[in-house]
């Protein structure tokens, strides 16, 4: 890698259509800009942060606001821990796939029931679609155990009149 400045560094980004600044420079595997400083890899969305807005605590991450991995817009950054940053996620893959739980919890006579007969629909379809166990249960905060019971209809089974009802009370 080539030796630049700190303003030569600073320069390195496009502007996309939502705003981010695309870093320009080289990218990591993981998917991260990077620079070289002092003989040492830093991320670019770190380096920039740090030049624009000071110095990260320690032990902190620089978070993504806008999940462009490769955005250096200081502006998109934020001082987050590692909690924060998977419940971004999670919410993101959520959106991404458009399977926000149903807040209303449709169909459900049982209190205890942590799913409705929609998410039932729902979550047997992306069985079907291949999705494995584990992705959906991350998906729906359930473990695995609830996901395979749901999908093979042990925990849930439909009704003459097209809704699902619970055979048991602890989905947990
Ligand atoms: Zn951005």
Redesign the pocket.
């Known amino acids: 890698m080539k030796k630049l400045s700190e303003k030569e560094i600073l320069d390195r980004w496009r502007l996309d259509e939502s705003?981010?600044k695309i870093y320009t420079g080289s990218i990591h595997p993981r998917g991260y800009g990077v620079v070289c400083v002092n003989r040492s890899l830093v991320y670019a969305h770190r380096y920039f942060y740090e030049k624009h807005k000071g110095s990260i605590p320690d032990k902190m991450l620089v978070r993504?606001l806008?999940h462009?991995k490769k955005?250096v817009?200081p502006d998109?950054l934020e001082i987050g821990t590692q909690a924060d940053n998977m419940k971004d996620m999670v919410d993101a893959g959520r959106q991404a796939k458009g399977m926000k739980i149903a807040k209303d919890r449709l169909g459900d006579d049982n209190p205890a029931a942590k799913v409705s007969w929609l998410d039932v629909e729902r979550i047997k379809k992306l069985r079907l679609m291949g999705l494995k166990l584990k992705q959906i249960s991350e998906v729906y905060e359930l473990s695995e155990g609830t996901i395979s019971n749901i999908c093979s209809g042990k925990t849930w089974s439909k009704r003459a009149n097209g809704r699902y009802e619970c055979r048991e009370v602890d989905l947990s």
């Open positions: 705003g981010c993504h806008c462009n955005c817009n998109h």
